[in-house]
């Protein structure tokens, strides 16, 4: 699995705008070739943001780069961020998931 981390500085006045933008990209992250989930993490008292999405394979995330998908994402934000997001692309060593409760009703 891979990751794409993006990071930026929100303008603080405009963080929720941020969130709201990520939010309404749920159905097309989910339509693109192996989307594996996301996650915004915003610190409201800096305006710092951390977008994680995790892909099937490098080539699923790259190719997200090469037809212009990523792009297209990232030019929504243009309104919101004081300055362009930094992109890097992690491979995903090691992922915990919680543990499932068992014998509980």
Request: with cysteine; aromatic share 10%; proline share 2%.
């Amino acid at each position: 699995m891979y990751a794409r981390v993006v990071s930026g500085q929100f303008q603080l006045d405009k963080v929720d705008e941020g969130i709201a933008i990520c939010q309404s990209m749920e159905r097309t992250w989910q339509q693109q070739q192996g989307f594996q989930g996301a996650d915004l993490l915003v610190d409201r008292t800096t305006g710092k943001g951390i977008s994680i999405s995790n892909w099937a394979t490098r080539a699923d995330l790259e190719a997200t780069e090469s037809s212009g998908w990523y792009q297209q994402q990232v030019a929504k934000f243009a309104t919101v961020w004081m300055a362009p997001p930094v992109r890097e692309i992690y491979e995903v060593a090691v992922q915990v998931e919680a543990a499932k409760a068992v014998g509980r009703a």
